[in-house]
Nanobody, 121 residues
Framework: QVQLVVSGGGLVQAGGSLRLSCLAS????????IGWFRQAPGKQRELVAS???????NYADSVKGRFTISRDNAKNTVYLQMNSLKPEDTAVYYC???????????????WGQGTQVTVSS
């Protein structure tokens, strides 16, 4: 099983940038797809972006062109670079290891802890 530790959240003004990191330990990290999810108050958790073991990426329409997911298997780390942040991006962000299928669907098997991202207007 993969254990995940998330870092990099914080408070930023609209239009600013943040980078989240998801550090994995345990076996078979390089074989796992990794997804970034977020959950805003009163809303369901949603998939923001995911990346397969081979580097294939998928993004929610709401973040396309603003967020970039990448992975460094040598460092067991997946990043989410978030640019041009908007107040509606405010949420708790989570990373998860799992399986990406169907091009845009993700089945999580392990979760990291959440990190708060707050975008002020």
């Amino acid at each position: 099983q993969v254990q995940l530790v998330v870092s990099g959240g914080g408070l930023v003004q609209a239009g600013g940038s943040l980078r989240l990191s998801c550090l994995a330990s345990g076996s078979f990290f390089s074989r796992n797809a990794i997804g970034w999810f977020r959950q805003a108050p009163g809303k369901q958790r949603e998939l923001v972006a995911s990346i397969t073991s081979g580097g294939r990426t998928n993004y929610a329409d709401s973040v396309k062109g603003r967020f970039t997911i990448s992975r460094d298997n040598a460092k067991n780390t997946v990043y989410l670079q978030m640019n041009s942040l908007k107040p509606e991006d405010t949420a708790v962000y989570y990373c998860a290891a799992g399986f990406q299928y169907g091009g845009s669907s993700f089945r999580p098997s392990s979760w990291g802890q959440g990190t708060q991202v707050t975008v002020s207007s």
